[in-house]
């Protein structure tokens, strides 16, 4: 069973080397393999699980390398700070390799980590991105529990797969507040994390890849047409332009997901421009929320969403009280 070897890793990490990749037996194999775009398998999701890892790897590499200490402390940032970072960035390498030994076993069906393209351009412009994609990770985590439940694998341990799951969302919410706080923002102004699906999930997280290998495993899922909004700081009430490639008109359906109950849909106007369209941001958030998720669907019902109805998206907001 993978996950008692997961806690094998846990118990002996400290004081020995860690333990030999197990290896998956053939017949198994093939059957992990078989996975359908619509019906992910259980090694899909987790294979999802360390490309969002590769990211955020990816983010704390790239940060490292173009920004020594000492741009973190002309910043205002402190040594303890910094160290601080190098440690989040060990804890997804870890959280890489707990993933890599215990959802799979043959090597070269590992997916492999792209090369990547970060916006930021100063030491804080990292930071906010950091708790962007932190929060992000969060929110990946708490729907990937959702998925291994309705793809159970009968190799594996659910309540260790679900507690990885749970575990490594707290990891990231810790990430998040830490992040924030550092950027003197609001770290209790988020009641519940907004849910993501697997398609969109992936759909944001491909978005920052420039390229990936055609090596190792393929994820079997499609990127959504991307919205691009004009900002991506809002207030309630305000209206945001957005850009997508999707052609939009007025019988498909915008909605904010604020959290994993609480959905706005919203009315779509198509802008001036081919590919442009606006929409208000909803003036009545009730639940605090500092980042929130905004979604094309064809649904035709207000409020709900239907992972499967989704046709662009997500764009990811900051919201500013
Ligand atoms: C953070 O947000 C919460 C919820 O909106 C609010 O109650 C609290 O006063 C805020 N704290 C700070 C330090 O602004
Ligand atoms: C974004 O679009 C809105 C709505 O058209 C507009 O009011 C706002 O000025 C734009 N913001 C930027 C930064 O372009
Ligand atoms: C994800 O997108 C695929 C098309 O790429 C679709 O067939 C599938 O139903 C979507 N999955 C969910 C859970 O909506």
């Not at 053939?26 to 969002?52: C, E, G, K, M, Y």
């Not at 741009?71 to 970072?85: E, K, S, V």
């Not at 393209?117 to 412009?125: G, I, M, N, P």
């Not at 190792?216 to 899922?221: A, D, E, K, S, T």
Request: charged residues 15%; contains cysteine; aromatic residues 14%.
């Amino acid at each position: 069973m993978k996950f008692f070897t997961f806690l094998t890793i846990i118990g002996t990490a400290i004081a020995a080397p860690l333990v030999a990749t197990p290896r998956l037996h053939p017949t198994s194999l093939s059957r992990r393999a078989a996975a359908s775009n619509s019906n992910p398998s259980f090694t899909d999701i987790w294979q999802l699980a360390l490309h969002v890892e590769h990211l955020e790897i990816g983010l704390y590499f790239t940060a490292f390398a173009r920004f020594s200490q000492q741009d973190f402390i002309n910043a205002g940032f402190d040594a303890f700070y910094y160290q601080t970072l190098r440690d989040i960035l060990h804890e997804h390498q870890f959280q890489a390799t707990s993933i890599r030994r215990n959802q799979l076993y043959v090597e070269d069906s590992v997916v492999q980590a792209c090369s990547y393209s970060f916006s930021f351009t100063d030491v804080k412009s990292f930071i906010s991105l950091s708790a962007t994609l932190e929060g992000f990770a969060t929110s990946f985590y708490l729907s990937l529990i959702h998925s291994v439940v309705a793809a159970p694998d009968p190799d594996t341990s659910l309540e260790f797969a679900l507690t990885i799951a749970g575990s490594t969302a707290a990891i990231d919410a810790k990430h998040v507040a830490l992040q924030r706080l550092s950027l003197k923002q609001n770290v209790t102004d988020t009641n519940f994390f907004p849910q993501l699906g697997l398609n969109e999930s992936y759909t944001f997280a491909k978005s920052f890849a420039k390229s990936c290998p055609k090596t190792g495993y393929q994820l079997p899922f499609t990127p959504l047409p991307t919205l691009i909004p004009n900002v991506t700081q809002v207030v309630p009430g305000q209206i945001v332009d957005f850009y997508s490639p999707l052609p939009i008109d007025n019988s498909l359906n915008g909605l904010f997901i604020f959290d994993f109950y609480d959905i706005a849909s919203t009315i779509l106007t198509t802008g001036d421009k081919p590919g442009h369209f606006h929409t208000r941001i909803p003036s009545d958030i009730v639940s605090p929320v500092s980042q929130m998720y905004f979604v094309v669907t064809k649904y035709d019902e207000n409020d709900y969403l239907d992972e499967s109805t989704v046709l662009a998206g997500p764009a990811v907001f900051q919201v500013l009280p």
